[in-house]
């Protein structure tokens, strides 16, 4: 009952900044929280940065200081503001909703983001 539309991702030079969007749509307001994960060639998915429904921040370690998690409420969408960007941050990004009663999980489509010379 939520669909979630992931733009932005693209080929960006290392130090460079990309900012990803998802757009929510369907039950908004039982989503509990939002996030964005990633997963690169031979590696699992792994969390980036997650918010919650009362605007309370999370990220991993690697993205601290470069990364912004971010909702605009009025457009129900989330974004994540990517700076300084090195190749190992090169994945598919997928963007994340947590949605209640029942706590299912929807996933966006994934959108590719490359960092290369």
């Known amino acids: 009952q939520v669909q979630l539309v992931e733009s932005g991702g693209g080929l960006v030079q290392p130090g460079g900044s990309l900012r990803l969007s998802c757009a929510a749509s369907?039950?908004?307001?039982?989503?509990?929280?939002m996030g964005w994960y990633r997963q690169a060639p031979g590696k699992q998915r792994e969390l980036v940065a997650t918010i919650t429904s009362g605007g309370s921040t999370n990220y991993r370690d690697s993205v601290k200081g470069r990364f912004t998690i971010s909702r605009d409420t009025a457009k129900n969408t989330v974004y994540l503001q990517m700076n300084s960007l090195k190749p190992e941050d090169t994945a598919v990004y997928y963007c994340n909703a947590k949605v209640g009663p029942l706590f299912y999980n929807y996933w966006g489509q994934g959108t590719q983001v490359t960092v290369s010379a």
């Open positions: 369907g039950s908004i307001g039982s989503i509990k929280a």
